[in-house]
């Protein structure tokens, strides 16, 4: 074989060799693009009846979830036990908070005849509240250890 006839059949296989690189580069960059953009596409809304966010230990940490007056969001220690309640009641809205042994103590929510601020014991039993009575008047009750009202004002 002449050494023309070898350089031309060499000059012809790189040739073929770059254009093969050159399509394999540009599907590579092709590909990564619409890897790209799909990944950086963020829907505008998301929904659902129920989110959760879990710790590394996989317990529930904080749910927002719907109810039968709207909804409710949910705040866990990390051993799982409810501390707060924030969400919606038939007159309104509501908060609620809880001690580590799983008792209500504090709580502002309304009610038919407007708010009401209760504030129990470490044992979840009522210390004091305050209320709009049916009158629209504010009254101030306090109660014993085990949840006896004591005083009542007006």
């Not at 969001?73 to 009641?89: Q, R, T």
């Not at 008792?103 to 004091?128: C, E, P, Y």
């Not at 009158?135 to 005083?151: C, I, L, Q, R």
């Amino acid at each position: 074989m002449p050494d023309d006839t070898r350089i031309e059949s060499l000059e012809t296989q790189v040739r073929t060799l770059k254009r093969m690189l050159f399509g394999v580069f540009g599907l590579v960059i092709v590909g990564g693009l619409l890897a790209a953009t799909s990944l950086q596409s963020i829907p505008d809304v998301v929904q659902a009846k129920k989110f959760e966010v879990v710790n590394d230990a996989g317990k529930v940490c904080a749910e927002l979830a719907t109810n039968a007056n709207g909804s409710q969001l949910k705040m866990f220690n990390k051993d799982g036990n409810l501390l707060a309640i924030f969400g919606a009641n038939a007159n309104g809205g509501e908060l609620f908070l809880s001690n580590t042994d799983d008792k209500q103590v504090a709580g502002i929510f309304a009610d038919t005849h407007g708010g009401v601020m209760l504030i129990s014991n470490k044992d979840g039993k009522r210390a004091a509240v305050v209320f709009a009575d049916k009158n629209g008047a504010g009254t101030v009750a306090t109660s014993d250890g085990k949840g006896v009202e004591t005083s009542r004002n007006p």
